[in-house]
């Protein structure tokens, strides 16, 4: 199930589009979307993550406003997925505070998780989760590390149908349970999977990433940044002069052209709580995308620093 070249790029075409808007770096800004196989809807390729970042006090007015500032900023740059999960704590209460405080929210695509064990509080741990987030449906529910994923999936499958969620998925992280995923994935038909992929992180490309694109499920990627590992590691070091190839103009968008010119690769959510932080990952949905020898020259180039 290995891409030859020809395939990536013709896959890598089928999947990009452009859409002209306000993006930092680019006067005529280049958003990068891609399809949902399931339903053929369109999301941008660069989403946000709530993990730790929107871990805080609700009631802390400074907190909150900074969290405010960073959705806003998100869907104003063209951004749609928003992920997250009762794991997170408060986060989904931050999300729907922040929401109330935004005029405008259609851009959005909610995601989140069901992560507790049985029917009857899988269901009602689903219902608030909406309720936090303030909204009258939610897109997409996933099955937080595949926790109990037989009871909580045939009833997102009939959730979906009655039009209370749009979406249905499962989700793993940092290379966990990925027999177990594979099994799923072929059994079950999903709208989206999550995994973790990486510069460093490659696994998912031996089977995770093909098998999706052969069950025609979309793919989101959490962790793109390894936590902030790859920052840590990478960012003493300056961006090769052969970055200005593929628009890169930090170590941020470096990493997420990287994930996001994959062709099975949908959306990847790198978290953050700075407007800073959250306009140079945007940027990597704008711009030329690295080909698959560009994306062989970028993992020769980090694994020799």
Known sequence: MKLTRRRFLQALAATTTLVTGLTPGFASA???SRIIPSSGERIPAIGIGSWLVFAIDPDDETELTTRVAVIREFLDLGGGMIDSSPMY????DVIGRSLKRIDDHSR???ATKVWTHGNRQGLLQMEDSRLLWGLPRLDLMQVHNLMDWQTHLPNLYDMKAEG???YVGVTTSHGRRHEELIDVMRSQPLDFVQFTYNLLDREAEEYLLPLAADRGIAVIINRPFQRGGLFDRFARHRLPAWAAEIDC?????FFLKFII???SVTCAIPATSRVGHLRQNMGAACGRL???AMRSKMIEYVERL
Not at 249 to 253: I, S
Request: overall charge negative; charged content about 25%.
């Open 108 to 110: 959005l695509f909610s």
């Open 89 to 92: 704590g408060v986060a989904q």
């Open 30 to 32: 280049e958003r990068h």
């Open 164 to 166: 209370e969620i749009r």
């Open 261 to 263: 010119s994959h062709p």
């Open 290 to 292: 690295p080909d698959q």
């Open 249 to 253: 103009e930090n170590w941020a968008q």
